[in-house]
């Protein structure tokens, strides 16, 4: 069993993304660490590694930048982050907690399995440390505007608190989503599966560069159901912060009975 600090005020606390160790994302989490254990580190990539998933750099040498010692990126993936901060940052005073993020978008549906956020705290969650990503949703038209993390600010101290001294499954990762502040509507923390859409709708951009030849860019995420209030994608678009456990094993327990029927 993974089990979460007794005391958070004495934990040593890993922080990690995928927005890279510049983001202000990670500037606000870093910030709600330090409200809960003066013992933080931050380790996490150098440069943007958004939808960057559960990959690990094994075809090059990992190189690291230390801007001070609780401060340090990696130039690789946030899974490399993450291995490199356990193993090699902390090896001495492994961490007791792992968090991810905050990551400047939601990440609920099948958008986990892209995530970097969620690949971070999937890697701790691996290495027998527990692991909680976190996840701001944005206004659809808001890349522009500046993100508005209060509700991250607020909540996500609520949320980490109510883990300590829990503890759950080996193979499982928490994932957090705050939610875009609607107006009249008091975010609740409502505990969801995660939901679905269909790939088909993904969007593939056809364009043409100045030498006439011809690339894609892969567009905006299909459309989720944002009315489905029983997931995780609908509870967030209604204005409420989400927790979904996510597990790291991927086997289909009612198909394995059938297989086995099959090949007995």
Not at 2 to 21: M, Q, Y
Not at 23 to 44: D, F, K, M, N, Q
Not at 221 to 250: C, F, M, W
Request: a negative charge.
């Amino acid at each position: 069993m993974l089990k979460f600090p007794t005391k958070l005020s004495e934990a040593r606390i890993l922080v990690s993304n995928d927005d890279g160790i510049h983001s202000e994302g990670i500037r606000v989490l870093e910030e709600i660490a330090r409200t809960l254990s003066p013992h933080v580190w931050v380790v996490a990539p150098e440069n943007q590694q958004s939808a960057a998933g559960h990959s690990l750099t094994i075809h090059m040498p990992l190189r690291i930048k230390e801007y001070d010692k609780t401060h340090i990126s990696v130039y690789g993936t946030p899974t490399d982050s993450v291995l490199v901060g356990v193993q090699k940052v902390m090896k001495d005073f492994r961490p007791h907690l792992a968090l991810s993020g905050i990551n400047h978008g939601q990440n609920t549906a099948d958008d986990v399995t892209y995530s970097g956020t969620i690949a971070a705290a999937f890697e701790a969650t691996l290495m027998c440390v527990p692991a909680i990503a976190l996840s701001q949703d944005i206004e659809e038209n808001g890349g522009h505007n500046k993100t508005d993390w209060s509700l991250a600010r607020e909540y996500a101290p609520k949320v980490i608190r109510a883990f300590e001294g829990r503890e759950w499954e080996d193979n499982i990762t928490m994932s957090v989503n705050f939610p875009v502040r609607k107006p009249g509507v008091r975010p609740e923390i409502r505990v969801r599966s995660q939901g679905h859409y269909s790939m088909e709708d993904q969007e593939m951009v056809n364009c043409i560069d100045p030498r006439c030849h011809p690339y894609f860019w892969i567009g905006a995420p299909p459309k989720r159901n944002e009315l489905d209030q029983t997931i995780d994608v609908g509870s967030l678009k209604a204005g409420h912060v989400t927790i979904t456990p996510l597990s790291l094993n991927l086997t289909h327990r009612p198909t394995l009975q059938i297989l086995e029927g099959i090949f007995k």
